[in-house]
C-alpha cells in the first residue's frame, strides 16, 4: 500500500486528463479542482472509564451546483482533510455520471471504531453529528455509511438531527435501518450494482461471467456483496482479504463461511475452516486472476502493483483504488477498468432512492429497487462503454467527459455568483 500518494492529488490529475480530452475552459477546470466547502470539527468523548478523548472529524462539501451534497462518513484511523476532499469529489463526478440531481460530499472521523465500546461509538457519532447539524440535512447534504460506518451509526445520526429539529428527519442520512425509514436493497446495493456492471462489460467483450475467477480486496459491505453474489452465481474466487491478512485457495474459496466468520466481527487471520494459504496484500492484487476487485480504500492499485497485475478486469469497488500513473499502465496492458464511479454507483443511487422514499414516506419492493438501480446504472455503463469505443479511451475517462461535462454545464448556466 501506498501511503504517501495523496488522494486529492489524484482527483485533481484525472480532472486535468479529462480537461484536456474535452477542452475544459482553465477557469472551470481550476474551479473542479477546489471544494466548495469544508468543516472541520474537534469531538470530546467521555470514555467508559472516566477519562477523555478527543477525536478530530470533517465534513466537506465538493459541489452542489446540481443538488444536494450527497457521500458517506467514514471513521477510520487513516482520515485525513485531503483524503474527505477527495472523496467529496468523486461522490460529484458519480452522482453526474447517474444524472441524479445531487452533488458530491464526504465526512469522516480519525478513530479506530473497533477500538471504541458500543456506547463510546454512540456519544462519539452524536456529538459528530451535533457538531456538523447546520451542514447537513435532506436539502442541504445527506450522509450515508462508508469505511467504518453502517446502519446503527446513521441511526443515531437521523436521531440527533431529528432531536434538534423538534420533528423525526428521516431523509437526513441514508443507509438507515429499514424500520426508521431505510430502504430494502441499500445494504447490498453498491454491491449489487458491480454484479450488474461486470456482468454488462462480460457481455460486450464476450467472456461468461460464471466461468472468471475473482479476487477481492477488502471483505466488508461492497467486497462482501460482490463476492457472494459472484460465489453464488459460479464463479471461484480464488482469494479475498480484510485489513488482517488474505487468503487464497487455488481451487476457490468457501466465501458464505469466510463472511460468516467476517459478519460476526472476526478477523481473517483468526479463520481456521478449510485449505487456504494466508498471502500477502501485494500477493493478493498480482495473482493470476480473471476479475480483481479492489473493495477496500485507495490508492491501493500503484504503478509497481500495476506492472505485474494479470487479469482482465479490474473492477473498481472501493473509491481511488488505482493511482493515475497505474491507470495508464493497466490501460496498455489491455486491462478493463470500471472506474469506481461507474462500478461502485449502485450505493449512492440507492440511497437516492431511499432519500425519495423519506420524502414521498411511500417505500418501494426490492424488486422496484433493483430493476430501477440496473436501468440507471447499465444506461451510464452504455454511456460510458460508447464514448470509450468511439474515442478509444479508457472506461474512466470517458466516464468523467459524462460527469464533468454535466457539472460544467450547470456551472455555465447557473452563472458566477453574484
Ligand atoms: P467496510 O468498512 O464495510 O469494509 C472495508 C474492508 O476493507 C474491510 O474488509 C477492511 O478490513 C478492509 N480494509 C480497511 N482498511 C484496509 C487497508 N488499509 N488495507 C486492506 N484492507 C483494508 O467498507 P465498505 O463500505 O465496504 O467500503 C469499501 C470501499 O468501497 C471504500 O473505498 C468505500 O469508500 C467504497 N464504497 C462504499 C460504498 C458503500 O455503499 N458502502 C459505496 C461506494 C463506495
Not at 378 to 395: D, G, P, Q, V
Amino acid at each position: 500500500m501506498s501511503k504517501d500518494i495523496n488522494p486529492l492529488d489524484v482527483a485533481k490529475a484525472q480532472i486535468d486528463i479529462v480537461a484536456k480530452e474535452i477542452g475544459l475552459e482553465p477557469r472551470v477546470r481550476e474551479y473542479l479542482k477546489r471544494i466548495e466547502r469544508a468543516l472541520i470539527v474537534t469531538i470530546p468523548i467521555l470514555m467508559d472509564d472516566g477519562s477523555m478523548q478527543i477525536f478530530e472529524g470533517y465534513r466537506v462539501h465538493h459541489s452542489t451546483v446540481r443538488g444536494p451534497g450527497k457521500g458517506g462518513i467514514r471513521f477510520s484511523p487513516y482520515v485525513y482533510l485531503d483524503e474527505v476532499k477527495a472523496l467529496a469529489t468523486w461522490m460529484t463526478w458519480k452522482t453526474s455520471l447517474l444524472n441524479l440531481p445531487l452533488g458530491g460530499a464526504k465526512g469522516g472521523v480519525c478513530v479506530d471504531p473497533k477500538k471504541l465500546s458500543s456506547r463510546e461509538l454512540e456519544r462519539l457519532t452524536r456529538r459528530y453529528t451535533a457538531e456538523i447539524i447546520n451542514f447537513i440535512g435532506p436539502d442541504i447534504d445527506i450522509p450515508a455509511p462508508d469505511v467504518g460506518t453502517d446502519k446503527k451509526i446513521m441511526a443515531w445520526m437521523m436521531d440527533v438531527y431529528s432531536m434538534q429539529k423538534g420533528r423525526t428527519i428521516p431523509g437526513v442520512v441514508t443507509g438507515k435501518p429499514i424500520e426508521i425509514g431505510g430502504s430494502v436493497g441499500r445494504e447490498s446495493a453498491t454491491g449489487m450494482g458491480l454484479y450488474f456492471v461486470l456482468d454488462a462489460l462480460c457481455a460486450k467483450i464476450g467472456l461468461k461471467l460464471e466461468d472468471q475467477t475473482i479476487v477481492v480486496q477488502g471483505l466488508g459491505n461492497v467486497g462482501g456483496t460482490i463476492a457472494q453474489l459472484l460465489y453464488d452465481h459460479g464463479c471461484k474466487i480464488l482469494a479475498v482479504s480484510d485489513i488482517s491478512t488474505a487468503i487464497y485457495n487455488k481451487s476457490g474459496l468457501n466465501v458464505t463461511k469466510l463472511l460468516d466468520w467476517v459478519n460476526q466481527g472476526n478477523y481473517l487471520k483468526d479463520f481456521k475452516e478449510g485449505n487456504y494459504q494466508f498471502i500477502s496484500n501485494d500477493e493478493l492484487l498480482t495473482l493470476k486472476c480473471d476479475v480483481l476487485v479492489p473493495a477496500a480504500i485507495e490508492n491501493q492499485i500503484t504503478q509497481q502493483i500495476a506492472d505485474r497485475i494479470e487479469c482482465k478486469i479490474v473492477l473498481e469497488g472501493a473509491n481511488g483504488p488505482t493511482t493515475p500513473e497505474a491507470d495508464k499502465i493497466l490501460y496498455k496492458k489491455g486491462i478493463h477498468v470500471v472506474p469506481d464511479i461507474l462500478a461502485n454507483s449502485g450505493g449512492v443511487c440507492v440511497s437516492y432512492f431511499e432519500y425519495i422514499q423519506d420524502i414521498h414516506s411511500y417505500f418501494w419492493k426490492l424488486e422496484r429497487i433493483n430493476e430501477e438501480l440496473k436501468r440507471i446504472i447499465i444506461e451510464a455503463f452504455e454511456e460510458t462503454y460508447k464514448i470509450s469505443m468511439e474515442r478509444k479511451i479508457s472506461l474512466r475517462t470517458a466516464a468523467y467527459i459524462i460527469a464533468v461535462s454535466r457539472i460544467s454545464k450547470a456551472i455555465e448556466l447557473r452563472g458566477i455568483f453574484p
